[in-house]
Structure formats: C-alpha cells, structure tokens
C-alpha cells in the first residue's frame, strides 16, 4: 500500500511541474533607432490570431498596459478588418491594390497614428515521456559500474558488488515501469509597432510562449513584455 501512495504521489508531482512550465518570453527585439521619443493620439492594436477569444484577450491585455503607462492605446477587434472579419475584407477586395487602399482607408476613418500588429509566427509541437515512480525499486539493483542502488526507505539488503542478480532485479523494474506522453506545445509571436503617417517599423520582438494552460494570463505577461520594452527604449513617450 505504501508503494502505491508513494507512486501516486510521484505522479502527482511530476503532473504539477508539467503544468507550471508555462513561460512566455521575449526574445528578440529591434528598435528603429533614427525614430524615437514618439508621441502618438491614438494606438491601435491589432492581433492576428487563430481565434476570436485570444485576439479579444491579447487585445484587451495590450491596450490596458499602454494606458497604465499613460499611452492611448485602442483595441480594434470591432473596428478594424483584421480583427474578426478578415474574411468580409477579402470578399470586397478584388486585388492586392484594392485590399490594401480599404486597410487604409479604416486606418484613417479610425484615426489611428500608429499600430501595433501581434501575429502568429510559428507553432511547434513536441511529444515527450514521463516515467511514473518505478514500481519495483523494492526489488534493490546496481547502479553506475555495479554500486548498490539505495532505495530511500527500503530495508537494507545486502549487495555484491557486481552481482548480475541485482543488476536484473534493478532493469527488470526499468523495464515495466508505466508512464504518460505529454505534447509540449511551443508558440512563437511576432510584435510589430508602426507609425501609420510615416509607413515606418519603429520597434519589432519576437516572444516564445510555452504549454499555454491561461490565453488570459499569458496574454497580460505578454502585454507587459511589449510596453515595457517599447517605453524603455523610448520608442514611445506619453
């Protein structure tokens, strides 16, 4: 019985580290350094992503931290092309000219002087094992070059240096020990600052997000990420 609480517990834990793992980090950026100390009336944010709630999410994250530090952003997920109706700006556009002078045109109806665009670069997925407690390590075994393996709170036994009966006992639990698969799910974004008057890339940076349990939570280390990084480097003053 010991055994069995011993291994749930082992598998407990190993589930819990599993789903702390979640990070998301920037990692790369580039300023325009020809551009900088701009102000801005109106920041649009817009973010490209596989669905509405993390676009929704990512937006609404964004926009809160440039207003915390005095920048006036604007979610664009009701108001701009991009944001949800991509789909309805491509069936009225019947050229790339086209679509591009309706982009503008929404720019400008809205009033943004600059954007910041968060799109989906990359999504890599990666299956890996984890081995559950061994069941068996009551049955003792040889370590590296045939040292005894020292099962914690298993009764002393006596071991031969070298003895091919422990090194069997020792694999024969490797061996039939149970685990789990779990798919480690990587994201990379793209962040990109524009002035929408000049048509220049003031600031860019690339962010790795990995095991996503929260949209929500990541989506505000994120937000943080970008505006702290744009306002450091005086990108964007208020």
Known sequence: MKITIKTGLVILVSMLLVSCSTSTKLV????NEEHKNNQFKKIGVIAMLPDNSSRYLVERAIVQNLKENNLPGMETYEVFPF???LGEMLSKSDNPKALEERIKKNVNEVGFDALIFVSLLDKQKEQRFVQSHNSYDYLGGTGYYGTPRVVPGAAAMPF???AYYNYYAYNYGNAYASGYYVDDVTYFLECNLFDVK??????TGRTKSTNIQSVEEEAIKLA???VKDIVSRKVVIP
Do not use: C, H, Q, V
Not at 28 to 31: V, Y
Not at 198 to 203: A, M, N, S
């Open 198 to 203: 000049e048509e220049e890339l003031l600031w």
């Open 83 to 85: 944001a949800g109706r």
């Open 28 to 31: 790369g950026t580039w300023a």
């Open 224 to 226: 943080d990420m970008i």
């Open 160 to 162: 031969t240096y070298g």
